[in-house]
């Protein structure tokens, strides 16, 4: 007997068109699972932490009235505090997924599959940027019910929101990638990515800085998301805020071209 | 032929938990520039976000004394400079136990102290003097470097050093209490963010007492962290916004609890044999 070896169609490669949707879509649940798994530490530790801040900074110079931008301290800290929880966990998200991957072995798992260095770009800054405007949402909604604070510029704040997660994203899948060890990543942060966060205005307003510093602060692109993002809810900013829209989008898009291109070339990726 | 003989040891096996102990300082040096460096450079941030975060110096229209924001009744540096450094002593001594035991259990280390001939009591101190010991460094560093913000005036130092030592080994002793009773690192980040945290950030290192309402000044008495940071920063500056007889009296008791509760839990094995 002979087989009817001419019908029999070996399996054909699933035709994914110009861009691999299924596959993106996968790579960004994974993602996000990934911190959902863990909520207590990615969401609700993050909320924990900021109204610690919010009740030391408003107890120890809240005093007396205070005011500052022409709103009192507590409603001053809110953009700050929210925008520096969305970062560090966008941050964190990215860089952690990447490091972990990288040290475990499992980085072949996204490598191998049919996705370019535009989708996995996109899969992973997507997990880091969903992290932190979640937990800005989380942070926001719990500081609602401590301070009273109202958004005026709607959009500044979701622009800002958005921008700031991904340039932290962006910059955390950098990190990620280049860093060979836990150690790596973690000095980033503590030296890094911790000191921008809490230094760029989050407590103060930058004419605090004495003069020489001045020139610094402004080449900060940290200064810009919060004083753009405060400048969302209070209407006062202390550079003007359509600099920081320029500087955001130049920013972000410069740094998705990094990420895309370390990711195409396969540094410290692929040997 | 004789038989090898077992190595005698008196009453305490002190070969045992010095081995322990330099085991634990050679954990701590290798990561020390993160141990070290991370605790200095954040109490530096703390420092420089309050000066910059406080009302301006000089005249003010809500009250404040000239020449600089007062919390409570010091200038604001000197309020907070003991507050950073007894915030890094605990955050150091509590994961310099927390962070090792776990560690130990979930790679399976422990066996090889569970198997030594260390009694419960040894195997704590153990694992409690390197964290102590690391926490010591950490904060002699932090107080250093404060040096650069503010000049202190010691009214007792062997209070502030007593006080010190007793901060110390309560976090280092709770430390061990998590991470005994942790199961996997989301537990002791849970611990961490729900206990630990709150414990330190609102015991007065940062702000103070008296700007909270009255309900709140008392709960805080009872707050044994508040006591020891009151009377560490008494010592250091004279100035106490509650009694300091009672923090080393107070500090002794829990010390004495925890210790005997975390040496009944290992005579016990709580966790760590089947």
Partial sequence: MVLPSAQIQPPRPRSVGLVNWRGLWTLYLKEVRRFLNVFTQTLIAPVVTTLLFLAIFTLALGGAGRSLAGVPYSVFLVPGLIMMSMVQNAFANTSSSLVISKVQGNIVDVLMPPLSAWELTLGFAGGGITRGLLVGLVVGLAMRFFVPYQILHPSFVLFHAVMAVSMLSLLGMIGGIWAEKFDHIAAVTNFVITPLSFLSGTFYSVDRLPEAWHLLAYLNPFFYMIDGFRYGFIGHADASPWVGVLVMLTIVSGLALTAYRMLASGYRLKP | ?274
């Fill in chain 2, 1 to 274: 032929m004789h038989p090898l003989t077992p190595r005698r040891y008196g009453a305490v096996n002190l070969r045992g938990c010095w081995t322990l102990y330099r085991r634990g300082m050679a954990r701590f040096w290798r990561f020390s520039w993160h141990s070290l460096g991370g605790p200095l450079i954040s109490s530096a941030m703390f420092l420089a976000i309050f000066a910059l975060a406080a009302p301006q110096a000089g005249p003010s229209v809500d009250g404040d004394a000239v020449g600089g924001h007062a919390v409570g009744g010091l200038p604001v540096m000197l309020f907070l400079a003991p507050g950073v450094v007894v915030f890094s002593l605990a955050i150091s001594a509590f994961k310099g136990t927390a962070v090792p035991v776990l560690d130990d259990k979930l790679q399976g280390t422990v066996g090889d102290f569970l198997m030594a001939p260390l009694s419960p009591g040894e195997l704590l101190l153990g694992y409690v003097l390197p964290a102590v010991s690391q926490a010591v460094i950490s904060a002699v560093l932090v107080a250093v470097m404060t040096l650069a913000f503010v000049d202190y005036a010691p009214v007792n130092l062997a209070l502030a050093g007593g006080l010190a030592l007793c901060i110390a080994f309560f976090f280092a002793l709770l430390g061990a209490l998590v991470g005994l009773w942790a199961d996997k690192w989301e537990h002791y980040g849970a611990a961490e963010t729900f206990l630990l945290m709150p414990l330190s950030f609102l015991s007065g290192s940062f702000f103070s007492v008296t700007n909270l309402s009255a309900g709140w000044r008392d709960l805080m008495a009872f707050n044994p962290v508040f006591l020891a940071v009151n009377g560490f920063r008494f010592s250091l500056t004279g100035y106490a916004e509650a009694a300091v007889w009672p923090a080393p009296l107070v500090l002794s008791v829990l010390f004495l609890a925890l210790g005997g509760l975390l040496w009944r839990l290992l005579a016990r094995g709580y966790k760590l044999r089947p």
